[in-house]
């Protein structure tokens, strides 16, 4: 049964950062292209960034390139993003996904 739980979202003021984990279980990870996607509130599934298996290509959506930051750790089967200069509308849960299933989510608030 594949599992993917994120965790590191919380309340942050405008400028500041977070980093987001998402743990990998039931699949071969390393093996596996990951991506982020976030759903702000009221609004669709928006993509917002793809890494591939070995972590040495990465994709980023317009809206966070320059400002989020993509990587992985295979041999902990964990998968990264880092969240710089967060902006109100980053507002969002964030999953952490493969190209079948995510995860439950974690949500980010970014308020002054």
């Known amino acids: 049964e594949v599992q993917l739980v994120e965790s590191g979202g919380g309340l942050v003021q405008p400028g500041g950062s977070l980093r987001l984990s998402c743990v990998a279980s039931g699949f071969t990870f390393s093996s596996s292209a990951m991506r982020w996607v976030r759903q702000a509130p009221g609004k669709g599934l928006e993509w917002v960034s793809t890494?591939?298996?070995?972590?040495?290509?990465?994709y980023y959506a317009d809206s966070v390139k320059g400002r989020f930051t993509v990587s992985r750790d295979n041999a902990k089967n964990t998968l990264y993003l880092q969240l710089n200069s967060l902006k109100t509308e980053d507002t969002a849960m964030y999953y952490c996904?493969?190209?079948?299933?995510r995860g439950q989510g974690t949500q980010v608030t970014v308020s002054s």
């Open positions: 890494i591939n298996s070995g972590g040495g290509s990465t």
């Open positions: 996904a493969t190209d079948q299933e």
